[in-house]
């Protein structure tokens, strides 16, 4: 039994009833994304016992025992499969209430799943709710520069240059949890617990900031951000999905994150597992580690959590991203949506051409709004399109356009019908040997995975990964075109007239 503030039993008809209850939301599932909402009471749902490490081992349960479980904020059924070493087809035999094409589960929804025990299952002391974790909601009223002048540390006299130019300790912050969608509260507490960066006067004797040593191209406080930053990522989205459900320490002992976990907590988990060994690794991810840093700086941060991913979110429909009845490739499949690793929550598409490489692209092969929106944020080679128009991609749906040529392109604050061009595809921004454009989605901050609970749907074709990053096809009603930075039969796509 999981053990929460206040025991929770939940007899079979009760089970029943809350899942009934919760059912009727899963519903709301069919009206525009941007208006579902949930009523049911996840204040009502106790939270995990904070238990420091060392802790109370999980029982070693009988195979296909059912465990209780209460759905978090964007849970979904394939994610649940991986980290209790289940099956979908069980989960839903078990709870035969869920429909066949739930997307995310409601939050605070009670649930039975068959559990199939492996030994060494880690912590169950949660250091961060999801809604800390990610550059959404929460970090819409935070002013970094603001937090740091405040400080006597050494970041706010730090200097680097970042993005093409030079930037202040708090910008490059700001910068890092911009593009990585990474909550900057978590840098800063990251910064603090490592480095002293808010109270210590002097900046520590050393390149590699948070203590990631990779000599070629990790050095100052930046590049060891930026490494934070996808490190993190990898964790939080690969736990999300299902697909990290192990990963080996520094030390060398194995880390099989507790079934019960959060996303943000494991999160953190694998970030330190690269960087620490032994009592320093136990110490970082207990009572006494990043949470009392973060809860110094910025107080409880269960206080304030937030459900910044819904039950049954759907997308809102999407076109292609180039114009009405032309035929593109398509490059890439599911990849990383920024730097390297999970969330593969980008693809890719090219305009035709009979060059190679890196080529000005036709006057008439233009990039497209998806959706009706507003450009929010512009950056070398990037677009950012906010679909609620509220001037701020952490809030709502927002969509990632990456190589898109600065001549041409659409100004900051344009609003943009659907179909309408936004720029030019082009090598600009990132890295890559080719003319083409890379395009990612964000809700409330958190990146949406390409081929997932919530495909990337366009046209009616939808993403699917392949065995390795990029590779993949688009499919739709039985017609499967492949992946490929070469452009043939196989791999074009044509956009609705």
């Known amino acids: 039994m999981f053990k929460f503030k206040k025991r929770l039993r939940i007899s079979s008809r009760l089970l029943r009833n809350l899942q009934h209850l919760a059912f009727a939301f899963f519903l709301v599932g069919c009206t525009p994304a941007s208006e579902t909402t949930f009523q049911f009471d996840a204040t009502a749902v106790p939270s995990p016992e904070a238990t420091s490490t060392p802790y109370t081992s999980r029982p070693i349960y009988k195979p296909g025992e059912m465990v209780e ?12 499969a991986g980290r209790f070493n289940s099956s979908e087809a069980e989960i839903f035999e078990a709870n035969p209430v869920i429909p066949a094409d739930a997307s995310t589960l409601p939050p605070g929804f009670p649930m039975q799943i068959p559990i199939y025990y492996l030994p060494l299952w880690g912590s169950q002391f949660q250091i961060l709710p999801d809604s800390a974790f990610i550059n959404g909601p929460a970090a819409v009223d935070f002013d970094i520069s603001g937090f740091v002048d405040a400080y006597p540390g050494w970041l706010s006299n730090y200097k680097a240059y970042a993005g093409g130019k030079n930037r202040s300790g708090a910008e490059v912050v700001d910068y890092v949890a911009t593009n990585f969608s990474v909550s900057p509260r978590l840098l800063l507490a990251l910064l603090e617990y490592q480095a002293g960066a808010l109270t210590e006067l002097e900046e520590p004797d050393t390149p590699y900031t948070l203590s990631y040593i990779e000599p070629k191209s ?20 690969g736990w999300r999905e299902g697909s990290l459900t192990e990963f080996d320490r520094e030390d060398g002992h194995l880390e099989r994150p507790d079934p019960w976990q959060n996303a943000a907590t494991v999160g953190i988990q694998y970030f330190f597992s690269r960087n620490h060994a032994g009592v320093t690794y136990e110490k970082a991810i207990g009572v006494e580690g990043l949470l009392e840093t973060y809860t110094k700086l910025f107080g409880d941060p269960h206080a304030d959590a937030q459900i910044h991913i819904p039950g049954s979110l759907r997308q809102p429909e999407f076109i292609l991203p180039f114009p009405r009845g032309r035929t593109w490739t398509y490059t890439g499949g599911p990849h990383t949506g920024w730097g390297e690793g999970a969330p593969f929550a980008a693809i890719d598409f090219a305009p035709p051409t009979e060059f190679s490489g890196c080529f000005v692209s036709d006057p008439q092969q233009f990039a497209t709004a998806v959706a009706n929106g507003m450009v929010t944020r512009l950056d070398r080679g990037l677009v950012v399109l906010d679909l609620d128009m509220d001037g701020d991609e952490r809030t709502g749906w927002s969509i990632i356009y990456l190589h898109i040529a600065t001549p041409n392109r659409a100004k900051l604050g344009t609003i943009l019908n659907v179909g309408d061009s936004l720029g030019y595809p082009s090598c600009e921004g990132g890295t890559t040997t080719g003319t083409h454009i890379h395009i990612a989605r964000k809700y409330n901050g958190e990146w949406i995975a390409a081929d997932g609970p919530i495909p990337f749907e366009m046209e009616e074709w939808i993403p699917q990964n392949g ?14 075109v492949t992946a490929s930075s070469v452009s043939g039969a196989n791999s074009q796509v044509t956009s609705r007239e």
């Open 69 to 80: 479980y209460i759905a978090q904020t964007g849970d979904t059924v394939s994610g649940l």
């Open 467 to 480: 065995s390795e990053a990029y590779q993949g096809t688009l499919s739709r009603n039985g017609i499967i």
């Open 218 to 237: 990790h050095k100052g406080m930046y590049l060891q951000l930026i490494w934070a930053a996808n490190t993190l990522n990898n964790g939080y989205y």
